[in-house]
């Protein structure tokens, strides 16, 4: 029913995919980009991450099969990209053609990464680009990869077996994919996957593998290693329950979000190799291009363009040549009868509304609690909160082994670098190797274990298999619970919103915790005042009434209002664009016309010192007197600037330069906040009962003009104690 790689945008490990499990979510303090635009890919540059100053310019009109562009990351040192799934809204998707052929050109994709090689920090940067081809989705003719043990062991995913100009990879459909995506699939007793689909010991569940209906394929090889990568982008049904072997508990996703979509790197179902890449951190960025009608491939029919058949590419700019036959395969993914591939359309604008591209991510995991990850953290079970493994540390690990040193770390020689790996190693050297396992420190996920004098305990160390059958990122042999996923983890959803046909520009929205879902902004599901957005984005339960954002005045102090066991903890740090204590003012702009330095201000709806609207007389009234204090007491003398007691004078008012905290107070409007910003009659009009504003008409009031509700305690009253 549709090909879309809108949200391309997903997993990207050079060496293999960490697969996890949660019994502790958190989403305060990790905070992943995500953007979303419409595109015209023939124009500027693609390159990561894209230049800031490169304007998103396809058309937005309804219909047409514009380019998009997707891109997300994270910064360091936040904790690095678990799972990815992005969701492409169902109306735009639905428009695409159905026969798009096997080995059409749908999109590029860009990926750069933070590593560390040899053992040493994690400190690199690497870029890769893939050129991605619409690919088969027929499982019953597999490609399998070589034996565990043997060395790039996906090699022969990029030649071209039956030379048609297609690599083996577009021709046929991955076995570990059909692993990967059975729900019920089960490793067997040894809890390691076969290379073979129900092979060994695995036993394959009663319920089929998930069954893509969009499938994309893109190829390249790491320069100076000579490692083939095979990038693989998956679509699936609307409603698609993506829980699977390797992550039996992510959310199920409202079918009202669209199409999901997963990216994945490489093999997500082997074991690790030994290797020279030690291991990736953040921060990471990855920009993708989702073209709206398909190019042509070069490669097809052989002997093609520079790059065919193994690892073709497909340089910018990306100009569009039409197929004068159209978009004329018999079937979808399969080949084209004329050997050009080119007029399909993959997506198509809407219809006029306002439509939203939802990512969901998951972080990984952190057992010792010390701000880096397991898979980062060589210590794991150690804690190391000063420790930084993206640099040189000659105090925590004076050796540069990798390995900080006790009682923060858990080096056994703390002043001499660890031995490198042994010679009979199928890698050669790998960097500094203390339990002579072939996986240097910096790789291992049973690095060091120390008994109680600080020497190795190497039967907890030497996990020379890597298994990890919990996937939290432990090895097997040094984890104290090897069926139980140590360590707390993050999940948030980001929602962007496009609006057609009045931008190309994605306007993004709050992030905020799953459930991940397309809310109207209007709604107000559990009638508790609170819009539905608002609560999504000011942490309480937008399906409860007895949920609200958590406040800290008045009644509310030492209550736990949102429901999370918590008591007046801060608002989610995405909830600055929304009004958290209904008082008509967003928590940003509170932040600045308080002058504070957090939302906290957006908690406290009430009194001089939470109400924006309250600026005389300290009474929780709204009044006369308020908005008279613009104009008086006068001034005794004209500075210039008239001899109001406000108006007209600028936020620099009291001082030579910089914005004066007495006059912010004034500056209903918060926008512009600059040391030359005029209080003006915008801001006095924030109080205006004529105008319909939320600033003169407050959520708390129910909408009724402030200035004139009389709610007990006298006209304008705000309806808590101060």
């Known amino acids: 029913m549709v090909w879309t790689i809108r949200a391309v945008a997903a997993l990207l490990m050079l060496a293999c995919l960490s697969l996890g499990r949660n019994e502790s979510a958190e989403a305060t303090g990790w905070a992943p980009g995500y953007s979303f635009c419409l595109d015209d890919a023939a124009t500027g540059l693609f390159s990561i991450p894209m230049p800031p100053n490169q304007p998103c310019d396809g058309n937005p009109a309804a219909g047409q099969p514009t380019d998009a562009r997707t891109a997300r990351g994270i910064t360091e040192p936040a904790y690095n990209f678990d799972f990815v799934t992005s969701f492409a809204p169902a109306a735009s ?136 990568l095979v990038l693989n982008v998956l679509v699936f049904p609307v409603g698609t329950n993506l829980a699977n072997v390797g992550y039996p508990d992510l959310p199920t996703f409202d079918s009202t979000l669209g199409y999901p979509s997963v990216t994945i790197l490489q093999d997500p179902t082997a074991l690790p190799s030994p290797s020279v890449f030690s291991n990736f951190c953040s921060p990471q960025d990855v920009v993708a291009l989702d073209f709206g009608l398909t190019r042509d491939n070069p490669c097809t029919p052989l002997p093609g363009a520079s790059g065919c058949p193994d690892n073709p590419v497909f340089p910018a700019p990306y100009t569009f040549t039409p197929d004068p ?52 953290d060589t210590c794991a079970l150690v804690p190391s909160p000063g420790y930084n493994p993206r640099a040189p540390d000659s105090l925590r690990d004076p050796d540069g082994d990798g390995l900080p040193s006790p009682p923060e770390g858990c080096d056994p020689a703390p002043t001499v670098r660890g031995p490198q790996s042994p010679p009979n190693c199928t890698q050669g050297n790998v960097g500094p190797d203390t339990d002579g396992d072939c996986y240097s420190d910096r790789q291992d996920n049973c690095a060091a274990v120390l008994f109680g004098d600080g020497t190795i305990d190497i039967n907890k160390s030497y996990n020379k298999g890597q298994e990890d059958q919990d996937s939290d990122g432990i090895g097997d042999l040094c984890d104290p619970e090897p069926n139980v996923p140590n360590g707390h983890r993050h999940e948030v959803c980001i929602p962007v919103d496009i609006t057609i046909p009045s931008s190309p520009n994605g306007a993004p929205g709050s992030i905020h915790e799953p459930p991940c879902e397309v809310v109207d902004p209007g709604d107000d599901s559990d009638s508790d005042g609170f819009p539905d957005p608002t609560e999504i984005a000011c942490g309480s339960d937008r399906l409860s009434n007895a949920s609200i954002p958590e406040r800290v005045d008045g009644i509310f102090i030492g209550n736990d209002d949102n429901g999370d066991t918590a008591v007046e903890e801060p608002l989610p740090p995405s909830s600055g664009p929304y009004d958290c204590d209904a008082d008509g003012w967003t928590g940003s702009q509170e932040k600045l016309i308080f002058a504070a330095p957090t939302t906290t201000k957006d908690q406290d709806p009430c009194g001089n010192n939470g109400w924006p609207g309250e600026l005389t007389g300290d009474d929780n009234i709204l009044n006369v007197a308020d908005i008279a204090s613009f104009l008086f007491p006068e001034r005794t003398v004209d500075d210039g600037h008239g001899m109001f007691n406000k108006y007209h004078h600028p936020l620099d008012d009291a001082a030579p330069s910089g914005i004066d905290a007495a006059m912010a107070r004034w500056n209903l409007l918060a926008s512009p906040h600059l040391p030359t910003t005029m209080i003006n009659i915008g801001d006095l009009n924030a109080l205006n009962p004529a105008v319909n504003a939320p600033t003169a008409r407050p959520p708390m009031f129910g909408g009724q003009p402030a200035f004139f509700t009389d709610v007990g305690n006298g006209v304008g009253a705000c309806p808590f104690p101060p």
């Open 93 to 228: 998707a639905d428009l695409s053609d159905q026969n798009i052929p096997l080995g059409a050109i749908v999109g590029r994709h860009a990926s750069k990464r933070q590593l560390s090689s040899l053992g040493n920090p994690c400190s690199n940067s690497i870029t890769v680009f893939f050129t991605l081809f619409f690919s088969s989705l027929d499982m019953n003719d597999t490609l399998v990869p070589k034996p565990p043990g043997q060395t790039n062991q996906l090699e022969f995913f990029a030649s071209d077996d039956d030379n048609d100009g297609l690599p083996n990879a577009v021709e046929k459909y991955p076995e570990y994919l059909k692993k990967f995506f059975d729900p019920d699939y089960s490793k067997g007793p040894d809890g390691v996957y076969d290379n073979i689909y129900g092979g060994g010991d695995d036993v394959p569940g009663p319920n089929p593998p998930l069954q893509p209906i969009g499938r994309a394929t893109g190829l390249a090889v790491l320069v100076g290693f000579e490692l083939q």
């Open 325 to 376: 036959e159209g978009c004329d395969a018999p079937a979808r993914a399969q080949p084209d009868p004329d050997n050009n591939e080119a007029s399909c359309a993959t997506r198509k604008n809407p219809p006029d509304g306002t439509y939203t591209s939802t990512m969901f991510a998951r972080s990984l995991r952190d057992a010792d609690d010390d701000s880096i990850e397991n898979n980062l």
